[in-house]
């Protein structure tokens, strides 16, 4: 379900690619916090050694939720697979590293949220979301949306470096969801 909110929010903001796309897009994370789903970048820093593959679990349930959305993406009439062609084409154009270097932080930002969220403090997720897209952090999971909802040719033409690239960044999300862990030691909370 985690992945539904996040292909619906990357619908959204397929569809205005702008400021307002952005804030509509913390409507994810919102339903993602208060239904308590499982989302890699809401989950990541706050794991335990050795649930290295429930984490991969949830991303591949997330993967697959964003698959269901990406299919709604292809019948609509907007021309959403153009925009998602468009944001990924310029996203692989940044580069491996610089695009791992990015996703560290989104991780940081969705950590941040989410420990205040658990709180009772919602208020970053409604800066945090719209913060991470405005500076072009990518991450995996609404990349996962993008990449599903992307023309079948432009797929088919980067294969390679879209896997490449997306390992780049599932691990990028990951360093920033437990920067703070490994800074200061334990959970962010």
């Known amino acids: ?3 539904v909110c996040v292909g619906i929010a990357g619908f959204g903001y397929l569809a205005t690619r702008d400021i307002v796309g952005s804030v509509l897009f913390a409507f994810a994370l919102l339903g993602v916090v ?18 290295g593959v429930y984490l ?35 996203r692989l154009n ?17 950590t941040t949220a989410v420990t205040f969220a658990r709180k009772g403090s919602y208020l970053l997720l409604l800066f945090g979301v719209p913060l991470f897209i405005v500076c072009g952090f990518p991450h995996c999971v609404a990349d996962a949306f993008y990449y599903l909802a992307a023309p079948l040719d432009f797929w088919c033409a980067n294969y390679t470096d ?8 599932v691990l990028g999300n990951f360093v920033g969801c437990n920067f703070y862990r490994w800074v200061m030691g334990g959970n962010p909370s």
Do not use: D, W
């Open 56 to 90: 991969l679990r949830v991303l591949g349930g997330n993967i697959l939720g964003c698959l269901a959305v990406a299919l709604l993406a292809r019948a609509s009439a907007m021309p959403l697979q153009e925009a998602a062609q468009e944001l990924l084409q310029a």
């Open 34 to 51: 208060h239904y308590k789903l499982k989302l890699y970048t809401g989950t990541a820093g706050f794991i335990t050694p050795g649930e």
């Open 162 to 169: 879209i896997l490449i690239f997306y390992v780049a960044i």
């Open 94 to 110: 940044v580069g491996l590293l610089r695009g791992g270097l990015l996703a560290i932080g989104c991780g940081f930002i969705m």
């Open 1 to 3: 379900m985690s992945g």
